[in-house]
């Protein structure tokens, strides 16, 4: 029995299951692409930043990185560079809006 003769016999059933293995495939093919895309932090970043914390170039690191974790660290630079003491709940606000990003991009 080849593929033809099972689409035949198996009539709404397989097509029913091959549609939704296309549709199952095609959304695991565009998650794969989102999150190579959005790019990885770098595997030294927690050897990188107490050295450019220390010469106050956080600025020129952070720029580069991609991602919501990089967001919620931009946006903890900017707000202690403003002066905001409560630097959790802005890490919280970012946290939440990225989230909220990331679902509504699914």
Not at 54 to 66: A, D, F, H, P, Q
Request: hydrophobic share 50%.
């Amino acid at each position: 029995m080849d593929g033809s003769e099972l689409l035949l016999k198996g009539r709404l059933v397989v097509w029913v299951l091959l549609s939704l293995s296309v549709l199952a495939l095609a959304i695991v093919l565009e998650r794969w692409i989102h999150f190579l895309r959005m790019g990885n932090l770098p595997r030294d970043l927690d050897a990188q930043l107490p050295v450019v914390l220390s010469k106050g170039t956080v600025n020129t690191l952070i720029e580069k990185l991609r991602g919501p974790e990089a967001a919620i660290m931009h946006a903890l630079h900017n707000a202690s560079q403003q002066g905001v003491t409560d630097l959790t709940r802005v890490a919280v606000r970012v946290r939440s809006y990225e989230l909220h990003r990331e679902r509504s991009l699914r």
